[in-house]
């Protein structure tokens, strides 16, 4: 029984984020079939922020009016509409409208808001239910957490993305690298020279070139649709286990009160025989942990900060700090990355060092390989080692350890602040979406207002100035 309860703990976590892990793995894709481009991300970042009034409207009903709410048949209606967002969106996600004379993916960015809103609303409903398990389930939460971003991976990986370049040579053939041109390679006196005679240039010719992935976006969103159902009916199970749980434990209640009233009545006639009814032992209650203020404190701080930049003010630029790159170390950076979590989940459970310290020292490696990709991104189209193969590994492994060590420091918050209380895990959830919405609504104006992060135009020569 236990094993079956972790494993449904496990698919019921991964229904967390795993809508929205699902979008951002395949934005490699989406970014060059939909109008929006390279802002895209953007957009998402800021849409997903709008969906948090959903947790929103049940913090103030948590502080305001406490115990009105039960988790129960609000993670139902979640999941449930989650799934029914993910199926619409095999249909719907290519669809274009012209709003102000301008092509604009409604039906995308519409059902994004409702797949936001449900991923938001479990950060405030989810843990708050697992505080009705024993506490040794919260790690299998946390791996079906991290799974929510390692499924979307694998299924993106297999999909493939294409490369939208490609390069012809004199002869027509095409070739899917596009060749590594650098002004080393091709001097601009050298390049003069051959353009005023009559000879042929020896530079090989950019082109468009897309290779088709290996399945289409419409397959993808229905395997979504497929694992967001999968957490439904593991909810199911759970709801029915906890359901028998209680009964069980009423049962055991109702046998031990039979039991010390007959012992009373033989106390009362004299009987010393106490020991012909066995004795029953509930489990003890758990003591609550007491952490000092300031260090309460930190714990949150650093659940705002880590989230602020994994979920708003990193994910906003990764186009700009990969795309330049090309498209497979986009592609690669975002599955890959998604594929980080989950690991450092099992990172956690395999290293439970609950210092502060170390946590404080572990954000800090994280926020330096976030600072190398936004360096990145403001750099664009121009990057270090673009066009270079060690340029894209970086890039690729900077991005997951980016991801792997904050989300680390994400899961190893969550499990000091189970100790605490109910109330802690929903302020955790709380304090999560703030994060992220301070994120977004930081780069939202820079990337498309003031658009301080520039797109590659596709040019080889641009960067040889």
């Not at 079939?33 to 922020?49: D, F, N, R, V």
């Not at 390679?185 to 353009?195: C, D």
């Amino acid at each position: 029984m236990a094993l079956l309860i972790h494993l449904l703990v496990c698919i019921f976590g991964s229904g967390s984020w795993v809508a929205i892990n699902g979008l951002w793995v395949e934005l490699p894709l989406l970014v060059t079939s939909l109008p929006e481009g390279w802002y895209l991300p953007s957009y998402l970042t800021i849409i997903i922020q709008l969906a948090n009034v959903g947790p929103l409207l049940i913090t103030l009903l948590h502080r305001f009016r406490p115990g009105c709410l039960s988790e129960i048949p609000v993670i139902y209606v979640v999941l449930a509409l989650g799934t029914t967002a993910c199926l619409l969106f095999a249909f719907l996600w290519e669809k274009t409208l012209v709003v102000a004379g301008v092509s604009h993916s409604i039906a995308f960015l519409v059902l994004t808001f409702f797949l936001a809103l449900v991923d938001c609303t479990s950060s405030v409903t989810f843990l708050p239910f697992m505080a009705r398990l024993p506490a040794q389930y919260l790690t299998s939460y946390f791996v079906g957490e991290g799974l929510s971003g390692l499924l979307p991976a694998l299924v993106a990986l297999g999909q493939g993305s294409g490369f939208n370049t490609c390069a012809q040579d004199n002869n027509g053939s095409i070739t899917t690298e596009p060749p590594n041109i650098t002004e080393a390679s091709f001097p601009l006196e050298s390049l003069n020279i051959t353009l005023n005679s009559d000879l042929t240039p020896s530079i090989p010719q950019q082109t468009t070139c897309d290779v088709p992935a290996n399945f289409s976006p419409f397959v993808f969103f229905l395997l979504l649709t497929i694992m967001m159902a999968s957490c439904l009916a593991a909810f199911f199970g759970l709801t029915r286990l906890l359901k028998q749980r209680v009964l069980s434990t009423e049962d055991l209640l109702v046998s031990q009160m039979t039991l010390s009233s007959l012992q009373l009545q033989e106390a009362s006639t004299g009987s010393n025989n106490r020991d012909s009814y066995p004795s029953v032992v509930l489990p003890e209650e758990k003591g609550t942990t007491v952490w000092p203020r300031t260090q309460l404190a930190f714990i949150y701080i650093l659940v705002v900060f880590a989230n602020a930049l994994t979920n708003g003010i990193l994910p906003s630029v990764q186009t700009y700090s990969c795309m330049s790159y090309g498209s497979l170390a986009y592609h690669l950076s975002a599955a890959l990355s998604a594929m980080a979590n989950p690991l450092a989940c099992l990172l956690a459970m395999c290293l439970p060092n609950r210092s502060l310290l170390w946590l404080g020292v572990i954000t800090a490696v994280g926020t330096g390989f976030g600072a190398y990709n936004m360096a990145m991104a403001v750099l664009s189209p121009c990057p270090l080692l673009k066009g270079s193969h060690w340029g894209e590994a970086i890039i690729v492994i900077s991005w997951v350890l980016f991801t792997g060590t904050l989300s680390y420091v994400k899961v190893m918050t969550g499990v000091h602040l189970r100790d605490l209380s109910h109330s802690a895990l929903v302020w955790c959830g709380a304090a999560e979406q703030l994060g992220s919405a301070f994120g977004a609504i930081l780069m939202f104006p820079l990337v498309n207002v003031l658009q301080l992060f520039k797109s590659d135009n596709g040019s080889s020569l641009q960067c040889l100035s």
